[in-house]
């Protein structure tokens, strides 16, 4: 998978685990916040996406052909 699109993912990742804990806490305004980092995030990478292949959804888009096939558990 491309290096910086993998790296989006992680930050989605950690915005949304971190967002999991502000809710439980009951930090309505941090909340939101996060919420609008997440969807920037989010839509740098449909961005970047498009750019490689328009027709491919992430994350198999940037991704190798062995990736993908390895992912599936197919053989070659």
């Not at 993912?9 to 939101?32: A, N, W, Y």
């Amino acid at each position: 998978m491309n290096p910086y699109i993998s790296e989006l993912f992680d930050k989605i990742t950690k915005l949304e685990d971190f967002q999991d804990d502000c809710i439980k806490s009951g930090c309505l305004s941090t909340v939101i916040t996060i919420g609008t980092q997440i969807l920037e995030l989010e839509k740098e990478v449909k961005k970047i996406s498009n750019i490689i292949h328009p027709l491919i959804p992430e994350p198999w888009a940037s991704m190798s052909a062995d990736e993908i096939i390895k992912g599936l558990g197919v053989y070659k």
